[in-house]
């Protein structure tokens, strides 16, 4: 008798187990006491009652689904509308919305990266933009981590189409790409740039415009943008921003576009919401990012390592991956929820807690924070 064509994955399970790694699910309570650290909620808009109230009604009016593709039946006014506003927002010619940033990010790469083109992507860079790399028809090169230098070499030689990725803000470490040197580079060599601005949304730039149109980047004829919708905006989906042709290439080329279902209605109205408060409440992203400082500075005068936060995240070393988590769990036992990033998550091996500034903390909340990531080392 042949044995289970499972069997490797459960030899998988155990050395996974073995090396203290396993992922499991755990359901968030609605009405959580837990002081939450762990999210992306940015600015606190995700519970704001202008985002949710929005949600609401967006699916009383287009339900609750889009019922199809963008191409097919999945564009309703709220798309159109957040397309429009997104663009003018980060300084972009053109905007389109994805069911997630990672399905935008999977589109931008392998739409910009044809046969014959080379793709130069940053060691650090998102595991979305990874996949997009591993998808693309044209070849992938990867340089060390914000390392300009290696993207103009890596981009000097080649003919044909090319472009460098890169993350504005790293998610495991919290740290920002030196976006005008890597402009630079790509210039000198007529490259593409493309930055997923995930984490800078909402939080960098003026009133939380973003990394690229801090650098002076945001509208340039050569650089593309993607964002998610699912942190500082406090909801669900993606977009890629850029120059009017490129985003028109996508609508025709991008395969997460063409062949997925749009984003929900409730999650456009959701981020249109979010989109709409940010620009009135403009104090919420450099609110963001002081709380980030705040942590940061407080964390490191209590004798931990931490990263120094460029936007948002606030990144703890951790001693071992074991540790991290023993010292995650003891967190949620006195009230706090952080992430916990362990490998494979983190390719440098090195375990470490993260925690999100939120735009909505209080003093008291920070002081919480501080205390409880101390006290449970
Ligand atoms: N890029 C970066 C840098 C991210 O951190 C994330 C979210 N983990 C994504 C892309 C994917 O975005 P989404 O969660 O909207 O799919």
Same mark, same amino acid.
């Given at each position: 008798m042949?044995?289970?064509p499972f069997a490797w994955i459960d030899?998988q399970? +155990?050395?996974r187990? +073995?090396?203290g790694l396993v992922r499991t699910?755990r359901?968030?309570?609605a009405?959580?006491?837990?002081?939450d650290?762990?999210?992306?909620d940015?600015l606190?808009?995700?519970?704001?009652?202008?985002?949710t *109230?929005a949600?609401?009604?967006?699916?009383?009016?287009?339900?609750g689904g889009?019922t199809?593709?963008r191409?097919v039946s999945g564009?309703t006014?709220?798309?159109a509308?957040?397309?429009?506003e997104?663009?003018?927002?980060?300084?972009?010619?053109s905007?389109l919305v994805?069911?997630?940033?990672?399905?935008a990010n999977l589109?931008a790469? /392998?739409?910009?990266?044809?046969?014959?083109?080379?793709?130069?992507?940053?060691a650090?860079n998102?595991a979305?933009?990874?996949?997009g790399c591993?998808?693309a028809?044209?070849?992938t090169?990867?340089v060390?981590?914000?390392d300009?230098?290696?993207?103009?070499k890596?981009?000097?030689?080649h /003919?044909?189409?090319?472009?460098?990725?890169?993350? /504005?803000?790293f998610?495991? #470490?919290g740290?920002?790409?030196p976006?005008?040197?890597l402009?630079a580079a790509?210039?000198a060599?007529?490259? *593409?740039?493309?930055?997923d #601005?995930?984490h800078?949304l909402?939080v960098?730039? #003026?009133?939380?415009r973003?990394?690229a149109r801090?650098?002076g980047?945001a509208?340039?004829?050569d650089?593309?943008a993607?964002v998610t919708?699912s942190?500082?905006?406090g909801?669900q989906?993606g977009?890629?921003?850029?120059?009017?042709h490129v985003?028109?290439?996508?609508?025709?080329?991008a395969r997460?576009?063409?062949?997925? /279902?749009?984003?929900?209605p409730?999650a456009?109205g959701?981020a $249109?919401a979010? $989109?709409r408060?940010l620009?009135?409440e403009?104090e +919420?992203?450099?609110r963001?990012?002081a709380?980030?400082?705040?942590?940061y500075?407080?964390?490191?005068a209590?004798g931990?390592e931490a990263?120094?936060?460029?936007a948002?995240?606030?990144?703890?070393r951790?001693?071992?991956?074991?540790?991290a988590?023993r010292?995650?769990?003891?967190c +949620?036992a006195?009230g706090l929820?952080?992430?916990?990033?362990?490998p494979p998550?983190?390719?440098?091996g090195v375990?470490?807690?993260?925690?999100?500034?939120r735009?909505?903390?209080t003093?008291a909340?920070?002081?919480?924070?501080?205390?409880?990531?101390?006290?449970?080392?």
């Open positions: 042949p044995g289970s030899e399970a +155990r050395a187990r +073995r090396a699910l359901p968030r309570p009405d959580s006491a837990l002081l650290l762990a999210g992306n940015y606190g808009l995700a519970r704001h009652p202008e985002v *109230a949600a609401a009604d967006a699916a009383r009016t287009w339900g889009a199809g593709s191409l564009s006014e709220l798309h509308d957040l397309e429009r997104l663009a003018a927002f980060c300084n972009f010619e905007a994805f069911s997630s940033g990672y399905a589109a790469v /392998t739409a910009l990266a044809p046969h014959g083109s080379l793709v130069v992507s940053d650090g998102h979305s933009l990874i996949d591993r998808l028809r044209g070849t090169q990867v060390a981590h914000a300009p230098e290696a993207v103009r890596a981009l000097q030689t /003919t044909g189409p090319a472009i460098a990725v890169s993350d /504005t803000v998610s495991v #470490d740290d920002a790409a976006l005008a040197e402009a790509c210039r060599s007529g490259a *593409a740039l493309l930055v #601005d995930a800078g909402g960098l730039g #003026d009133g939380g973003g990394a801090a650098a980047l509208g340039a004829p650089v593309v993607t919708l942190k500082s905006l909801s989906g977009a890629v921003l850029g120059p009017a985003v028109d290439h996508l609508v025709n080329a997460t576009f063409i062949f997925d /279902t749009g984003l929900a409730a456009a959701a $249109l979010a $989109l408060l620009r009135r403009p +919420r992203a450099a963001a990012r709380v980030a400082t705040a942590l500075e407080r964390l490191t209590a931990l990263v120094r936060p460029d948002a995240v606030v990144s703890v951790a001693p071992s991956p074991e540790g988590l010292w995650a769990a003891d +949620r006195a929820a952080v992430g916990c990033f362990r998550s983190v390719p440098d375990s470490r807690l993260r925690l999100t500034a735009a909505d903390l003093e909340q920070i002081g919480r924070a501080v205390d409880v990531v101390t006290a449970t080392r």
